[in-house]
């Protein structure tokens, strides 16, 4: 079965770069959702997206910004990077349904950013 | 606001004995709960979910969870474990309003020895 596609999957930055990183999600798939995992902590939610509209935000910096394009893929763009923003970060996604708030969310294997 | 929490870090049982990972929910309404699970270097795999219904929700791999309203439980059981489940699990959960994230535990790191 199809799964969520992120890529690069490996990042390594330099403090004050800029990075996109990029979410396939899983076909007829609409949802998306960015996650920010640090090291030995939880996923803490970033912000989502339903059909290409932003519909939920939650602890993203400024310094970071993202879009759901046409064919729901969506893009995280994090500028003037910090060694703190180093982490796992995943993309999940899930289906049309009528019952958002109870649907799964599919995670893709997430992209790992190294800032230096 | 919406919360669970895993009061264990570690578990560690040894293969064929059961295993239980621990999970409670607080939530202003009704809670949608799911439990994910994390391989090294992997994604997060979903086990299973909580929406409504039969207490008792059976998932992939064998793992069931156990619904406790009474408890605010939502505790992740495999009655025989095996060395492959050795990974890291997350409870999570979601409430019934228009939020559509999901509030992860810090995780408890599951460990099955030989």
């Known amino acids: 079965a199809a799964g969520v596609i992120q890529s690069p999957r490996h990042l390594i930055k330099e403090k004050r770069e800029t990075a996109t990183l990029k979410c396939y999600p899983i076909?007829?798939?609409?949802?998306v959702y960015w996650y920010q995992q640090g090291p030995g902590q939880d996923p803490q939610f970033l912000i989502s997206?339903?059909?290409?509209?932003?519909?939920d935000k939650g602890s993203i910096p400024d310094r970071f910004s993202a879009q759901q394009f046409s064919d729901y893929h969506s893009e995280l763009n994090m500028s003037s990077l910090e060694l703190g923003d180093s982490a796992l970060y995943f993309c999940?996604?899930?289906?049309?349904?009528?019952?958002?708030?109870?649907?799964?969310?599919?995670f893709g294997p997430g992209t790992r950013l190294t800032v230096l | 606001a919406q919360s669970v929490a895993q009061p264990e870090d570690q578990v560690n049982v040894a293969e064929g004995n059961p295993l239980t990972v621990k999970c409670t929910y607080s939530?202003?309404?009704?809670?949608?709960l799911f439990w994910y699970v994390q391989y090294p270097n992997r994604g997060l795999q979903f086990l299973l979910k909580?929406?409504?219904?039969?207490?008792l929700v059976k998932g992939s791999y064998g793992f069931e969870a156990e619904f406790n309203k009474s408890q605010t439980s939502f505790h992740l059981k495999k009655p025989s474990a095996l060395v492959s489940d050795s990974a890291l699990y997350f409870c999570?959960?979601?409430?019934?309003?228009?939020?559509?994230?999901?509030?992860f535990g810090a995780g408890t790191t599951v460990t099955v020895r030989a």
């Open positions: 999940a996604s899930s289906p049309i349904g009528s019952g958002l708030s109870t649907d799964t969310q599919y």
């Open positions: 076909p007829r798939h609409d949802t």
């Open positions: 997206f339903y059909e290409k509209m932003q519909s």
């Open positions: 939530v202003s309404g009704n809670p949608y």
């Open positions: 909580y929406i409504t219904g039969d207490n």
């Open positions: 999570a959960v979601r409430d019934k309003t228009n939020d559509y994230k999901l509030s």
